[in-house]
């Protein structure tokens, strides 16, 4: 019985995590508008966005895939691999800044 219980716990606890990683991204997806000047900062290309999801991001026409790990906005890199991004969605505001670099610029864009 005890071990019925055990495993029923863990089941709910990892159906608890799928949900609220399944959530995150629901609600990164759509269009984005960067409410910044133009530009790149920290890695990032400021632009307008379109995050799918299938995982596909685009941006200033260019393709590639993101996702959600751990809390962190992964965007996919060619060149250097996932670089990871420390996000936040707050009233219909996304914020977006590069995690491994202290004091990074943040980035802001409002859904369309």
Same mark, same amino acid.
């Given at each position: 019985m005890k071990k019925t219980i055990v495993i029923f716990l863990l089941l709910t606890m990892v159906m608890g995590l799928a949900s609220c990683s399944s959530n995150e991204t629901s609600m990164l997806v759509g269009k984005w508008e960067c409410t910044d000047n133009a530009g790149g900062t920290d890695g990032f290309v400021r632009g307008d966005m379109e995050l799918f999801s299938d995982g596909? $991001? $685009?941006?200033?026409? /260019?393709?590639t /895939?993101? *996702?959600v790990v751990d809390g962190?906005?992964?965007l996919a890199d060619e060149v250097w691999g996932s670089q990871p991004y420390n996000y936040? $969605? *707050?009233n219909g505001v996304l914020t977006i800044a590069r995690s491994n670099i202290e004091n990074a610029e943040k980035l802001t864009f409002t859904k369309k």
């Open positions: 596909t $991001i $685009i941006v200033h026409g /260019s393709a /895939s993101w *996702k962190y906005f992964m936040e $969605i *707050k």
